[in-house]
């Protein structure tokens, strides 16, 4: 397996999860990370994780189901 599978997949779920809680902190100087609800915090983890999974999954797959190519038979 290809580590740069793993850091592509890393770096999606990171961006993922910390998206919505930069938002919001922008969105709202007033408020810290010890304000934001827990809804935000799981919000942003399943990101997170779909991202990772997603992107770890795609690199993985075979090439004719990631690129819609079909091997000639």
Not at 50 to 60: E, K, N, R, S, T
């Amino acid at each position: 397996m290809n580590l740069q599978y793993y850091v592509k997949a890393i770096w999606a779920g990171a961006i993922a999860f910390l998206g919505p809680i930069g938002v919001l902190l922008l969105a709202t100087p007033k408020l810290g990370l010890v304000d934001l609800s827990a809804g935000v915090w799981i919000s942003s983890a399943v990101l997170g994780l779909v991202a990772f999974g997603g992107v770890l999954g795609w690199q993985q797959a075979p090439a004719s189901m990631s690129t819609s190519i079909h091997p000639s038979e």
